[in-house]
């Protein structure tokens, strides 16, 4: 992402012929040639070896208070959050500083990634705050706010010491603490194609064989061909992966599938009207179906969440049964059943939630 924003657009500043049009054929009516000043608001990149950084300065705690009022919003207060986007800050150390390779992208098990993990050059950082950040309003960061912003996200990285300003003058040096900056290599031969495609496609003019649908879904063989996908990603936010190691299943996979998108995002569905619960076992399944609890949950059986019926079993004689899934209903958590997290319900009233729990505990029956 950050590689890709950073490559920019590199204008020289000299005007090309063919950009001016007093000298393309027929052209002569259409535009004018750039001023100076419109190539110069376009010409913001930054390179690797920094040509093209502005002057300036900030320090950590100016970046501090930038970071809380306009980036905290989004990345989280210490730059830890998930929900717009993966974290920008963690899984680095002190090791990693010194030996310019992230230890945890090579760590298996370990499936966090972070900006701080995976970027190797300053620059990047540096122009992709200043171009697209922050995403509500683009390039409004005067090049003394980047450099802030910048030192303070590398001080919770622990990268720079939180007294520590950063400039153009000693941008250099900190790129030589940068805990993945040794960690991209330029692989050759995937350059080498001996002046041919590397791809082969050939021209089929008739006849040609009609291709099949398109579609996402994985074939029974394959599912668990990798391994469980829900135990390889980030087992936390919105990109979580479909659990794999399912028993083999009668159903096509692309019923699993759509459970678990439809899992993703469980509160737009449902936030609308969900329906104050009565009493009686129906009415608590029809509130758990409403509430798109189902779509995780299965009465008996186990889904992405575990069956209702296994709760009660789990906690048979629990005095504070009803309270305490009532609680966990509402607010979520994991750790009780596995890793995968149980998201927040907080569109659902607290009689509800009483309801369902109270119904749970009974056995769910
Ligand atoms: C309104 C939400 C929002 C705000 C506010 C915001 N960001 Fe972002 N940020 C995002 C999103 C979304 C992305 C990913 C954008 C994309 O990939 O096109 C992102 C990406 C980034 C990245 C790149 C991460 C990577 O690994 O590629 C950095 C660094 C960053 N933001 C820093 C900041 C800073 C510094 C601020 C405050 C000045 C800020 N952001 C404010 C939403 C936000
Ligand atoms: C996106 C999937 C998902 C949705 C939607 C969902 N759950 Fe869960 N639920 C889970 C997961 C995963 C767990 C296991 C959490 C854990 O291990 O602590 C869980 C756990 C539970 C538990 C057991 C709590 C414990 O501590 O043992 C109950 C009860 C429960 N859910 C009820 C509900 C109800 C009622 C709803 C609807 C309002 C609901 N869930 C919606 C995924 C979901």
């Not at 028993?247 to 329906?275: F, I």
Request: charged share 20%; with cysteine.
């Amino acid at each position: 992402m950050l590689i890709r924003a950073a490559v920019g657009i590199a204008l020289s500043s000299s005007v090309a012929p063919w950009a001016n049009p007093a000298v393309v054929p027929g052209m002569n009516q259409i535009g004018r040639t750039a001023t100076p000043a419109e190539v110069k608001a376009w010409d913001i990149d930054v390179r690797g070896d920094f040509k093209g950084l502005p002057k300036g300065a900030g320090s950590v705690a100016m970046g501090a208070e930038l970071w809380d009022g306009k980036c905290a919003s989004c990345h989280g207060a210490f730059g830890e959050s998930n929900s717009v986007f993966a974290p920008i800050v963690g899984g680095t150390s002190k090791k990693d500083i010194e030996s310019g390779r992230t230890y945890f992208l090579s760590h298996p098990g370990y499936t966090h990634r972070t900006t701080l993990m995976k970027v190797s050059k300053l620059s990047s950082m540096w122009d992709y705050i200043h171009r697209a950040m922050p995403w509500n309003a683009p390039k409004s960061l005067t090049p003394d706010e980047v450099y802030g912003v910048l030192a303070y996200i590398l001080n919770l990285g622990e990268i720079v010491p939180a007294d520590f300003t950063l400039s153009d003058r000693n941008i250099a040096e900190v790129q030589n603490r940068l805990p993945n900056r040794n960690g991209k290599v330029f692989y050759e031969p995937m350059w080498q194609v001996h002046g041919k495609g590397d791809v082969k496609n050939p021209l089929c003019m008739k006849d040609c064989p009609v291709e099949g649908k398109l579609g996402s879904s994985l074939p029974v063989d394959a599912r668990n061909a990798n391994g469980n996908i829900a135990e390889q990603v980030r087992p936390f936010g919105p990109a979580r992966g479909t659990d794999t190691a399912l028993p083999p299943r009668t159903e096509k996979v692309g019923v699993a599938l759509s459970v678990s998108q439809a899992a993703a995002a469980p509160v737009t569905a449902v936030t609308a009207t969900p329906p104050v619960a009565s009493s009686g076992p129906s009415a608590a399944l029809k509130l758990a179906e409403a509430n798109a609890c189902t779509a995780c949950h299965g009465v008996a059986n186990k889904i992405v969440g575990p069956g209702f019926q296994d709760v009660a079993k789990k906690y048979a004689g629990r005095a504070d049964i009803v309270d305490y899934l009532a609680g966990k209903i509402r607010k979520g958590g994991q750790g009780a059943w596995g890793p995968i997290p149980m998201p927040e319900q907080a569109q659902l009233k607290e009689a509800d939630a009483e309801a369902l729990a109270a119904w749970i505990a009974a056995g769910a029956r």
